[in-house]
């Protein structure tokens, strides 16, 4: 079956624009998370969503980022007045549900800050 | 708290020969375990994970781990190494108190490296 989606696979960005990232979980999945990967470095997780729900926004690296998940499928991440800083790879992934360890991760979308 | 640490960035091996992959963990509790692994412009793919069953974990690609409670660690090994396996892996922990995201930590990764 259909694996997760994101959308774009590339955004290159003017500092100071917003720009909205893309996730399709797996049809199912209720639970859907989003991480950040910078040159170099690890995972960094940001926030997870149970259903239309995101309990902590504690991981959000700043009020510049938001995300919203709407009909307990697709997911957005904003990120408003773009940094440099804020260029990664942001990775998105789903789960049968929130007890479930088991991840199912989307290619990617590669973020630019010029 | 938990941690992971990957003790190396980079491992070099020839086709063939066998791999070892190291990562120890910290956490306070019982922890779920898992590898990742992650090809060039690829998404994370699950190669194996330990949730308090059998410690020797057969995962796909032939690659498996051991859960050492006492050493800490999680290393992952395959006996004989091909060119494809050359990815970015990553030992991730979880606590299960946390439950899904919120209790996952990423090691930094390692890179394989497969010499023909």
């Known amino acids: 079956g259909a694996g997760v989606s994101q959308s774009p696979s590339n955004k290159v960005t003017e500092k100071g624009k917003d720009v909205e990232l893309r996730c399709d979980p797996i049809?199912?999945?209720?639970?859907l998370y989003w991480y950040r990967q910078s040159l170099g470095q690890g995972l960094e997780f940001l926030i997870y969503?149970?259903?239309?729900?995101?309990?902590?926004k504690s991981g959000l690296p700043s009020d510049r980022f938001s995300a919203e998940r709407t009909g307990g499928s697709v997911s957005t991440l904003t990120i408003q007045r773009t940094q440099q800083e804020d260029s990664a790879v942001y990775l998105c992934?789903?789960?049968?549900?929130?007890?479930?360890?088991?991840?199912?991760f989307g290619p990617g979308t590669r973020l630019t800050v010029t | 708290a938990q941690s992971v640490t990957q003790l190396d960035s980079h491992v070099s091996v020839s086709e063939g020969t066998p791999v070892l992959l190291r990562c120890n963990y910290s956490?306070?509790?019982?922890?779920?375990l898992f590898w990742y692994v992650q090809h060039p412009n690829k998404g994370l793919q699950l190669l194996l994970k330990?949730?308090?069953?059998?410690?020797l974990v057969k995962g796909i690609n032939g690659f498996e781990a051991e859960f050492k409670k006492s050493e800490t660690s999680f290393h992952l090994t395959k006996p004989s190494a091909h060119m494809s396996d050359a990815a970015e892996y990553f030992c991730?922990?979880?606590?299960?108190?946390?439950?899904?995201?919120?209790?996952?930590?990423f090691g930094k990764g390692t890179h394989l490296i497969i010499q023909p």
């Open positions: 992934a789903s789960s049968w549900n929130r007890d479930t360890y088991e991840q199912y």
């Open positions: 049809s199912g999945h209720t639970a």
């Open positions: 969503f149970q259903g239309n729900s995101a309990p902590d």
């Open positions: 956490s306070s509790y019982s922890p779920s």
């Open positions: 330990y949730t308090s069953a059998a410690t």
């Open positions: 991730v922990v979880s606590d299960p108190t946390g439950g899904g995201a919120d209790g996952l930590t």
